[in-house]
Antibody, heavy 121, light 107 residues
Framework: EVQLVESGGGLVRPGRSLRLSCAAS????????MHWVRQAPGKGLEWVSG????????DYADSVKGRFTISRDNAKNSLYLQMNSLRDEDTALYYC??????????????WGQGTLVTVSS | DIQMTQSPSTLSASVGDRVILTCRAS??????LAWYQQKPGKAPKLLIY???TLEIGVPSRFSGSGSGTEFTLTISSLQPDDFATYYC?????????FGQGTRVEIK
């Protein structure tokens, strides 16, 4: 059974940093691309960033480009999101999502339960 | 960028009803269309991909159709477990976009 467990969320002041982690199990982690998708309170889904199986391809939403960095450690079956220069509008539930393929095709077939990031002074 | 528009925003229906949700793309996406179900406090769940392919384990009362710019998700007989918000998503390697969602509520 695929399991994705996010951690690292919390309350942070604007301009500060936070690092999210996603621990994966139940599948061949290094065979699939991984993504972060977020959902602001009461709002819809917004794709944030994706990384291919070998970290060779990475992409970001325009709203986070230059501030967020996605990475993965296949030896640890883990995905990360380094979030710098956080803004109020980054407040959301951040989901780790498994892609259906090894490349950046953005079809998400498994999701974690999310970790909440609140940016507020 | 391709925009996805779902209608209606909210749909009130009863158990046993046939329900049809619509999703429109601002330009052709051929069949690169997925549907997700999200229940309150839960993560989204993939229901359908490539416009009409049912994900493993999804009940057969769910079906998807369409191509190009017009797509539908049909629930043939609404069950209590189906009251949720449904999102369409266009996807390919270089872009994606979610619709704003359709909430299916109890009438």
């Amino acid at each position: 059974e695929v399991q994705l467990v996010e951690s690292g969320g919390g309350l942070v002041r604007p301009g500060r940093s936070l690092r999210l982690s996603c621990a994966a199990s139940g599948f061949n982690f290094d065979g699939y691309a991984m993504h972060w998708v977020r959902q602001a309170p009461g709002k819809g889904l917004e794709w944030v960033s994706g990384i291919s199986w070998n970290s060779g391809s990475i992409d970001y939403a325009d709203s986070v480009k230059g501030r967020f960095t996605i990475s993965r450690d296949n030896a640890k079956n883990s995905l990360y999101l380094q979030m710098n220069s956080l803004r109020d509008e980054d407040t959301a539930l951040y989901y780790c999502a498994k892609a259906s393929t090894w490349d950046l095709l953005r079809l998400f077939d498994n999701w974690g339960q999310g970790t909440l990031v609140t940016v507020s002074s | 960028d391709i925009q996805m528009t779902q209608s209606p925003s909210t749909l009130s229906a009863s158990v046993g009803d046939r329900v049809i949700l619509t999703c429109r793309a601002s330009q052709s996406i051929t069949s690169w269309l997925a549907w997700y179900q999200q229940k309150p406090g839960k993560a989204p769940k993939l229901l359908i991909y490539k416009a009409s392919t049912l994900e493993i384990g999804v009940p057969s009362r769910f079906s998807g159709s369409g191509s190009g710019t017009e797509f539908t998700l049909t629930i043939s007989s609404l069950q209590p477990d189906d009251f949720a918000t449904y999102y369409c998503q266009q996807y390919n390697t270089y872009s994606q976009a979610f619709g704003q969602g359709t909430r299916v509520e109890i009438k």
